[in-house]
């Protein structure tokens, strides 16, 4: 684990795109990605099953993450938002401020629900959701050996 925080933290450091970390920053960056690429797409994977719960819609979170997951400027990022999206009915990304500076992204999802304050209760659902099937799946596998 302790690898992993070590790319994580040199990426959110000196993973940005300036002359003064260029060359070291660009390389934290791609090791970064590379070390996202499959806990992403199985975030995103788990999502889509947690999405076959009431109230989520399974089919159109795959839609969506096929659809709009590679949008972002991020290579994993828009996965499992393009999910949660999907699942939701909801439009993620746009119009966005960083450190007041305004930088705009790609959407992801349909605006078929508006994106207010009660959405984010599902959000958690969805999350904590994946999460616990993530260990459930773990520990399974722990337990067949």
């Known amino acids: 684990m302790g690898v992993y925080k070590t790319i994580n933290t040199l990426d959110s450091m ?26 992403a ?20 979170a795959f839609r969506t993450t096929v659809r709009d997951g590679g949008s972002q400027p991020s290579p994993n990022a828009g996965y499992p938002e393009a999910a949660v999206a999907g699942a939701l009915g909801v439009q993620l990304g746009g119009l966005n ?14 605006a078929i ?11 958690r659902l969805l999350l904590y959701g994946a999460e616990g099937l993530c260990v459930a799946l773990i520990l399974g596998c722990f337990a067949c050996q």
């Open 113 to 123: 629900v508006p994106l207010q304050r009660g959405v984010f209760g599902k959000v």
């Open 41 to 60: 797409r199985l975030t995103a994977f788990l999502i889509w099953a947690v999405a076959l719960l009431p109230g989520f819609d399974a089919p159109r």
């Open 14 to 39: 000196v993973g940005y795109r300036n002359e003064a970390y260029r060359d070291f920053g660009w390389a934290s960056a791609r090791i970064d990605d590379a070390a996202n690429f499959v806990p």
């Open 97 to 110: 401020f960083y450190g007041g500076v305004p930088s705009h992204k790609p959407t992801l999802g349909d």
